[in-house]
């Protein structure tokens, strides 16, 4: 073989190799199964637990809470505990400033395959929905909801199974489709 020749192959070899390792993703970038939002929801910034929604103008503190609880029974939720957070901070003699509260939901047809390949997952249950007022930009209060992310409380485990994630991720879903809908005053 020629040495003009042979160098050429030996560069194109090099340039074939070094292409290669650019088209492979690096084996430490993992893949994270999230929550899938609905037409006309806002994304989900993979970087926070929480995913906020502002409740539709019109909707009220208890048209929020009476869809919340409605539509989450509808799809197979219990509402286990209500955590009045506002009442207990004005018995303390302190103003709350608006509505603050966590409601918890639960289905353990989705949630079971998270706990048995991961226990420690409990820590997390049950799943938590806060609504809360806050002032706007004009320094009205707005009433918002907000969704502790089980996909994101699953970074939490190590090395989480593909069962735990899928049903992290199906989890998530189901309660972003609860939440946009209470927003909403869907019932």
């Given at each position: 073989m020629k040495p003009a020749i042979a160098k050429f192959t030996l560069i194109y070899l090099l340039l074939c190799a070094l292409s290669a390792c650019t088209l492979a993703p690096p084996a430490s970038v993992k893949h994270e199964l999230i929550g899938q939002v609905s037409e006309g929801m806002p994304p989900i910034d993979r970087n926070t637990a929480i995913y906020e929604l502002a409740v539709r103008d019109g909707v009220t503190y208890q048209d929020l809470t009476d869809s919340l609880k409605s539509i989450a029974v509808?799809?197979?939720f219990v509402n286990p505990a209500n955590f009045p957070?506002?009442?207990h901070i004005k018995n303390r003699?302190?103003?709350?400033q608006g509505v603050k509260e966590v409601q918890s939901f639960c289905n353990l047809s989705l949630g079971t395959d998270i706990f048995l390949d991961h226990p420690e997952f409990l820590v997390f249950a049950p799943c938590r929905i806060a609504i809360y007022e806050k002032p706007n930009a004009m320094h009205k209060l707005k009433l918002f909801i907000a969704l502790a992310r089980p996909s994101y409380d699953l970074r939490s485990i190590k090395?989480?199974?593909l069962r735990a994630q899928k049903a992290?991720?199906?989890?998530?879903t189901s309660l972003l489709k609860i939440i946009y809908k209470a927003s909403q005053g869907d019932i």
């Open positions: 509808g799809m197979n957070i506002a009442e003699g302190i103003d709350p090395n989480p199974t992290a991720q199906e989890l998530e």
